[in-house]
T-cell receptor, first 114, second 117 residues
């Protein structure tokens, strides 16, 4: 089955600094989703990447898909305390009997300090 | 964006009782909804796919008789945890997919926290 590995597992950055979170798949990616989750809450959809080389932005968050590397990176510019939370990447698993359900990475916990 | 609601948001129950969790798509119709479970400090694990008008498709290792799923309409799916035990305590999240502009986007409910005593 497909595995999604996120790195780093946790991150503490000072407000205003930039940061990058990576998501690497063990198999070919057929669409890659990025979500943000605050503890005990549901998931907030950030963006979806479908094509190799595709890059999308949502406010100060940019994500890119490298299809060849089976990897996606999420970059936050000038981080703010409101960016704190757990960032999850999710991807379809080909041949899954669940159609287009998502597999998820374990998440990257981000803390932004003043 | 599309809105998915869940009810209740949290529930505490005694061991051996059954608990029903509702997942509703508020402003769109969803022929397929997904149920996930998340244990503390772990990622979301897909439990089953809920299909409107037909039986749910369960992932390997998920007991069908324990986690009953019903997708009675295009806007409602329910997950019933039967004879709940403390090990069933978890965060349950549903999602529904929309196909728009050639892209499939999944929207998640706010989750239901279940505590079984």
């Amino acid at each position: 089955s497909q595995e999604l590995e996120q790195s780093p597992q946790s991150l503490i950055v000072q407000e205003g600094k930039n940061l990058t979170i990576n998501c690497t798949s063990s198999k070919t990616l057929y669409g890659l989703y990025w979500y943000k989750q605050k503890y005990g809450e549901g998931l907030i959809f950030l963006m979806m990447l479908q094509k190799g080389g595709e890059e999308k932005s949502h406010e100060k968050i940019t994500a890119k898909l490298d299809e060849k590397k089976q990897q996606s990176s999420l970059h936050i510019t000038a981080s703010q305390p409101s960016h704190a939370g757990i960032y999850l990447c999710g991807a379809f698993e080909a041949n899954s009997n669940s159609g287009y359900a998502l597999n998820f990475g374990k998440g990257t916990s981000l803390l932004v300090t003043p | 964006g599309a809105v998915v609601s869940q009810h209740p948001s949290w529930v505490i129950c005694k061991s051996g009782t059954s608990v029903k969790i509702e997942c509703r798509s508020l402003d769109f119709q969803a022929t397929t909804m997904f149920w996930y479970r998340q244990f503390p400090k772990q990622s979301l694990m897909l439990m089953a796919t809920s299909n409107e008008g037909s039986k749910a498709t369960y992932e390997q290792g998920v007991e069908k008789d324990k986690f009953l799923i019903n997708h009675a309409s295009l806007t409602l799916s329910t997950l019933t945890v039967t004879s709940a035990h403390p090990e069933d305590s978890s965060f349950y999240i549903c999602s529904a997919g929309i196909l728009a502009g050639g892209e499939e986007t999944q929207y998640f409910g706010p989750g239901t926290r279940l505590l079984v005593l």
